[in-house]
């Protein structure tokens, strides 16, 4: 007897070899996808019945700072650098680990929620993200971010930190949380730290997740400070592989995107933040003409204000058609695809399609709704008309976490109110 089947839903499985399959079935076992199709001989413990749904992928956010829930609109409308420097690094200066726990059962509510069931983190305190992203259910790939500004003894201890994260959880969660060393950006990082970083990672298998080219601002320094961008840099201390994920990517060249490319980089693409922060474009559609791997993030709450992936890929596809001028420019398919196959393969999860052998993923999207009817597309709907509320049902490793609207892995009200709580208490230590 299988764990789960979901009938009657229109299946988006993002599989190419199987296309969309209307009046579909899936059967879970064991965590697994067993069956897609049409029909089934297996009998389950529970049956969902997706009529009027699109049973599909969950969506993976390839770049968050969950914890910064607990800043979601603390500072809006700021210069980077104001808001960074005079806001956001002097609170983050006074957050402790009840904080991170907080702030990060909060984000996976909200991703939960929102039909996300996998993301990749940096940020600080991240035993405590790892024991919240133990307790929801969801997966995620963890990283605690290093920062070294050329101090050769905050180096030693930062690496330290790492290492210990790295070992303790990799492959914890039953599998669901792997681990990444976090070196924050090619600018607050000095060079010999990155070697070292990169080696350490190699040693212990495990991939990288960076900030790079996010702002002008970065561009500029590495120039003036080495005569070339963040890129050539990077690629001249041999840090660049399939086992990179480098956030943002926007002020890149020609040259550099034909670099992530032919190195196999994982790019993820942060829309809203970038835009919100006025930190520039990212060239999506020519590196996806280049061949890169590109993804999608939300970043965190601080610079978002929220983890909706149905927002980010609405807005991922508007902003490359007006910057390019071309409004056949990333199509509503290709954005899944960013939301799923590729995030899956840069966090090195065998999830993103709705196939045999594949882990039990997905999410139904309620289509039964004033602002998606009629449907005469699925995919172009889910891109350019569906949000994150519309999700009804979420499932992680063949587990139901949400149903009908209910989160069942939490206490909503209670993780609501611990976050308040602690949003409340930072700002009394601050004295804002």
Partial sequence: MADLIIKNAYILSMDPEAGDIENGIVVVEDGKIKEVGTSTECTAEKVIDAKGSVLMPGL?????????????????????QDWLENHIWPAEAKLTDDDIYAGTKLACLEMIRSGTIAFADMYIHENRVAQAVDEAGIRAALSY??????????????????????????????????TMYGPHAP?????DFLIRVKEQAVKDGVKQHIHVLETEAELNYMKENFGMCSIHFLKGIDFWGTDVLAAHCVWL???????????????????????????????????IDAGANVCLGTDGCASN????????????????????????????????????????????????????????????VDMNKAHLAP????????????????????????????EDGKVLSMDEQEVIDTAIKASKDLLDRIGN
């Fill in 253 to 287: 060249s020609d040259g550099d995107i034909k670099i992530l490319a032919e190195y196999g980089v994982n790019i993820s693409h942060n829309p809203n933040s970038n835009m919100k922060l006025a930190s520039g474009i990212c060239p999506v559609a020519k590196l």
């Fill in 305 to 364: 204000n929220n983890l909706d992936m149905f927002e980010e890929m609405r807005s991922a596809a508007l902003l490359q058609k007006v910057s390019t001028m071309d409004p056949t420019a990333l199509p509503a398919r290709k954005v899944l695809e960013m939301a799923t196959i590729n995030g899956a393969k840069a966090l090195g999860i065998n999830s993103g399609m709705l196939k045999e052998g594949y882990n039990a993923d997905m999410i139904i």
């Fill in 187 to 191: 600018n607050t990082c000095s060079r």
């Fill in 145 to 178: 971010g290093m920062i070294d500004f050329g101090d050769k003894e905050k180096a030693d201890k930062e690496l330290e930190v790492g290492r210990a994260f790295v070992k303790e959880w990799n492959g914890k969660a039953g599998g669901r949380i792997s």
């Fill in 375 to 402: 449907v005469y597309d699925v995919a172009s709907h889910l891109v350019y008309a569906a949000n994150g509320k519309d999700v009804s049902t979420t499932i992680v490793d063949g587990k139901v976490l949400m």
């Fill in 60 to 80: 993976v956010n390839t770049h968050c700072h969950a914890g910064m829930t607990i800043f979601r609109g603390y500072a809006d409308d700021m210069q980077l």
